[in-house]
């Protein structure tokens, strides 16, 4: 028989074995319960030794120890089947001692509780590792042995003086209890807090759902299946110059490829030579006078400088030509000497062959001299072609140098037409 319904005796999982309900037909209640009317003890296998003082109960390790059968460790938290067993009293507090087998071996440790330092002392069996600190420092209820309370009832300035001590601790915490009950005044309304919380979170959910949507547009376009990292500022940095300077050109090197096309431009041409307006955009771009006047001179030498060279090559080949109708005006002049005298020793019957000999060596005389004339002209054209590039080049201004320019072409051509 059941006595009672379930929901009116508030039955209970856990109370299965030790609150038994059923009564059987041959139950007999002047025996007492039913424990007893079956000869078996409430707690079962637990109280197997209970006529020995032993109650078996689950003890949890207060502490890092060490075995000293297997010399394992056995951290703080570990939990055993100990047989508890009560050896003694400190005043009216009874002192207990829980013996235990270890997991890892045969070894068998006893460890027993110490209520005069709140603390347990390791009896057999185990090495605790010393992690111990002052519970005054640590903010924890020192306890008050029984001496200082005896003098606290007996001696008047010693208990002033303790008292002034409470005092002082109490002054101390005053601000640790107030920080406490600020935190408890903005704690109490929950729900606020709730709401609060829940609001942060929904909008860095969104911030989260849109980077990483932007994070997919951009792997999908990229066909690439790996993990993003987060956009950092140095990230930033590079992409901006990246887009930034992406021309294939600066703006410097366009200013030096104007100027080197400048500088390939011919100095004789009049119309380049006049038309200025490649020079001022250059110029333009220089507000100091000191820096339009070194960009003059500039110009003006790299301009010089080649037609120089072409000039100074000129210049050689007409002094080779010079040396070379030099040369053989000497050798013409020898042998006509030469000729002469041949013709001085011979007889006076060749003497109209000696004025057809002595005719063609003065025409090849007289057309000599003409070259070495011309050669010379050619030289000192060249010479003054010279001397007037190099008066440009030291010259402190551009219009100086192309009027010198001019002057020389018109007096180039004045010289070609005579």
């Known amino acids: 028989l059941f006595v009672g319904s379930r929901s009116c005796l508030g039955f209970k999982m856990g109370e299965r074995k030790g609150t038994n309900k059923y009564y ?58 100990a047989e508890k067993t009560k050896v003694g009293n400190f005043y009216s507090t009874p002192i207990f001692q829980f013996r235990m087998k270890c997991h890892l071996c045969d070894n068998y440790f006893e460890i027993r509780t110490d209520p005069k330092n709140f603390d347990y002392e390791i009896i057999s069996g185990l090495r605790r590792q010393e992690k111990r600190w002052d519970m005054s420092q640590n903010d924890q209820v020192v306890p008050v042995d029984r001496e200082t309370s005896n003098k606290l009832s007996t001696d008047a300035m010693y208990k002033l003086e303790h008292s002034e001590l409470d005092h002082a601790k109490l002054k101390s915490a005053l601000p640790q209890l107030d920080q406490l009950e600020t935190f408890q005044k903005r704690w109490k309304d929950d729900f606020a807090l709730n709401q609060e919380l829940r609001n942060v979170f929904r909008t860095r959910k969104k911030e989260i759902n849109n980077e990483k949507a932007v994070d997919d547009a951009l792997l999908k376009k990229s066909s690439l299946d790996i993990e993003l990292l987060k956009e950092t500022e140095s990230d930033r940095k590079l992409a901006s110059m990246i887009t930034s300077y992406r021309t294939v050109s600066t703006g410097r090197e ?39 006047q070194k960009l003059e001179q500039c110009v003006l ?51 109209d062959e000696r004025s057809l000999f002595c005719s063609e060596l003065y025409e090849k005389r007289s057309h000599n001299d003409e070259h070495v004339e011309q050669h010379q002209m050619q030289a000192d054209k060249s010479a003054r072609g010279v001397a007037l590039l190099s008066t440009m080049c030291e010259s402190n201004s551009l219009s100086t140098g192309l009027d010198l320019l001019q002057n020389y072409a018109t007096a180039s051509s004045e010289s070609s037409s005579e």
């Open 24 to 81: 059987p037909p041959d139950y007999d209640p002047r025996k007492g319960g039913l424990n007893k009317w079956q000869g078996v003890h409430a707690l079962r296998e637990r109280a197997r030794k209970l006529h020995m003082g032993i109650l078996i109960i689950r003890f949890e390790m207060p502490f890092n120890v060490w075995c000293e059968g297997c010399e394992n460790h056995i951290g703080m938290g570990v939990r055993y089947n």
């Open 254 to 292: 366009k200013h030096v490829a104007k100027l080197l096309e400048i500088e390939q431009r011919d100095i004789f041409d009049k119309e380049k030579a006049s038309n200025s307006s490649d020079l001022s955009l250059i110029v333009g771009k220089f507000e100091k006078p000191q820096q339009i």
């Open 301 to 351: 030498v790299s301009r010089n400088r080649e037609k120089i060279s072409k000039l100074d090559q000129q210049l050689d080949k007409c002094v080779q030509a010079i040396k070379g109708a030099v040369r053989c005006k000497g050798i013409v002049d020898a042998s006509i000497r030469k000729n002469e005298d041949i013709i001085a020793g011979n007889s006076l019957s060749m003497s």
